[in-house]
């Protein structure tokens, strides 16, 4: 069964957390999602295993959906779509990373003179 996590070092999901990690990862899976492309190319398992034991731990990241993009794309995928945006969230609408860039505008003279004298 494919949406059957494998543990990793042993590790096993609590039962009351499995379910949400499933469903938080099963896109790596999904035969209708971004990946369908690359399946069949690049054996989403291990990455899908690995972003439940991640989760499970309390480690929401991207990580291994960035790293199944990269093993994809490095295999020759180039139809696929990405769930990772631009700020480097899964999922996300690229708002989250907004807040670490200012917008500065500079009033003056515009005849200067640069440090060089020029």
């Keep these: 069964d494919p949406t059957s996590p494998t543990p990793l070092g042993g590790y096993v999901c609590p039962a009351e957390i499995l379910p949400d990690a499933q469903a938080y990862c099963s896109t790596l899976i999904s035969t209708r999602g971004p990946y369908e ?39 020759g995928v180039r139809r696929m ?28 003279d515009p005849h200067f003179t640069t440090l060089d004298g020029s």
Aim: aromatic share 12%.
């Design 37 to 75: 492309n690359c399946l069949n190319v690049v054996n989403p398992q291990p990455y899908y295993s690995a972003c439940i034991n991640d989760f499970c731990q309390n480690n929401i990241s991207c990580a291994s959906y960035a790293l199944y993009e990269e093993a994809c794309r490095r295999s």
């Design 81 to 108: 779509s990405s769930v990772v945006d631009e700020c480097g969230v899964c999922f996300g609408d690229g708002s989250s990373c907004l807040s670490s860039f200012s917008v500065s505008s500079i009033w003056g």
